[in-house]
């Protein structure tokens, strides 16, 4: 009964910004760890951010200072608040959930639930 789903997703303009949402069902949304995970064409699946259940945050390198995570336990839902986009931020965005360590956070192979993702598309 876990279900993940994700809106938002869409076409901006180079510097532009969307929001992402996931709305999580089926899992303890207090105490998991959720996620934000991307993946463009010809390349992997890979790590975006993610939110602990005590509020600890992590960001990859590419959107640190531009992307901003956050949830909303009382909807049990999850954003993505992603500024300044570039072409290079295309993408499927994916949202997950998992009890995941932090050495293991970035990883995609180790986060149990998944979305079915959301276009991103940056363009001119």
């Known amino acids: 009964q876990v279900q993940l789903v994700e809106s938002g997703g869409g076409s901006v303009r180079p510097g532009g910004s969307l929001k992402l949402s996931c709305v999580v069902s089926?899992?303890?949304?207090?105490?998991?760890?959720m996620g934000w995970f991307r993946q463009a064409p010809g390349k992997e699946r890979e790590f975006v951010a993610a939110?602990?259940?005590?509020?600890?945050?992590h960001y990859a390198d590419s959107v640190k200072g531009r992307f901003t995570i956050s949830r909303d336990n009382a909807k049990n839902t999850m954003y993505l608040q992603m500024d300044r986009l570039n072409a290079d931020d295309t993408a499927v965005y994916y949202c997950?959930?998992?009890?995941?360590?932090?050495?293991?956070?970035?990883?995609?192979?180790?986060?149990?639930?998944w979305g079915q993702g959301t276009q991103v598309t940056v363009a001119s």
């Open positions: 997950a959930a998992g009890q995941v360590i932090t050495s293991t956070l970035r990883d995609p192979q180790y986060w149990g639930h």
């Open positions: 089926g899992v303890s949304f207090n105490s998991y760890t």
């Open positions: 939110r602990r259940a005590t509020g600890y945050i």
